[in-house]
């Protein structure tokens, strides 16, 4: 499988770490995921989840009735998502490219915990809006969880003050003025991340959307579309 290549490797090697390290605590992901299942159509409501990773949130969706399908590009994140309890269809494929789906065969797609920060150029998020519209039916919707720019003016400080703590597990380096490189230092791994502002979004996105942009917390937004009739 072509395609995003340094994104696969990085989350390959961070597979095993991830859930321990990378992820929510469990009140705020149960917090984020009911603001997530309010903008999505009522169940039992297909709903293609992009980057599914290990699948943390596969149960809220399952007791909320919905049928998902999950994509990663990751072997090693789709191998432990495979064993959760209660298994949904997982397909290995990389998003940023053409899905192996029928048109309109979702109600909605959901792409969480930054899941789109890592775009492999500059027109990927437009094409993959272009995508996403193909497969979500008319009427259906797209919700993302995304950094903000705020997020990239708080590294920095950030990381000044972690700077003082010594090396630590993670470095976070700014590369330009929407960019920056993690990098797992255990797992000797790094990723680019490349953020949005609402306006890039709304472009991205285009005349198949209509989108909007609110505020998820301080450093983050929730970008909601919904699918062009």
Do not use: F, K, M, N
């Given at each position: 499988m072509s395609g995003n290549d340094p994104a696969r490797s990085f989350f390959d090697a961070i597979a095993g770490r991830y859930d321990r390290v990378y992820a929510l605590a469990g009140a705020e992901s149960r917090a984020r995921m009911e603001r997530v299942l309010r903008?999505?159509?009522?169940?039992?409501?297909?709903?293609?989840?992009?980057?599914?990773?290990?699948?943390?949130?596969?149960?809220?969706?399952?007791?909320?009735?919905y049928s998902p399908t999950g994509v990663d590009a990751s072997e090693e994140m789709i191998a432990r998502c495979a064993r959760r309890s209660r298994p949904v269809p997982l397909v290995l494929a990389d998003f940023w490219q053409r899905l192996p789906f029928e048109d309109a065969c979702f109600d909605a797609a959901v792409a969480l915990h930054g899941t789109l920060?890592?775009?492999?150029?500059?027109?990927?998020?437009?094409?993959?809006?272009?995508?996403?519209?193909?497969?979500?039916?008319?009427?259906?919707?797209?919700?993302?969880?995304?950094?903000?720019?705020?997020?990239l003016d708080r590294l920095e400080v950030l990381e000044a003050a972690r700077a003082t703590r010594g090396p630590g597990e993670a470095r976070i380096r700014r590369?330009?003025?929407?960019?920056?490189?993690?990098?797992?230092?255990?797992?000797?791994?790094?990723?680019?991340?490349?953020?949005?502002?609402a306006s890039d979004w709304r472009a991205a996105l285009g005349d198949a959307w209509s989108?909007?942009?609110e505020p998820l917390g301080e450093l983050e937004w929730l970008v909601v579309a919904h699918r062009s009739r």
């Open positions: 903008e999505l159509p009522a169940p039992p409501a297909r709903v293609l989840d992009l980057g599914v990773g290990t699948g943390r949130e596969l149960p809220a969706l399952l007791d909320a009735g920060a890592h775009p492999p150029d500059a027109t990927a998020v437009a094409r993959l809006a272009g995508e996403i519209a193909r497969l979500v039916r008319p009427g259906g919707v797209w919700v993302s969880e995304t950094p903000a720019p705020a997020w590369t330009g003025p929407r960019t920056c490189l993690y990098e797992d230092l255990v797992v000797g791994a790094s990723i680019e991340a490349c953020v949005l502002d989108t909007r942009v």
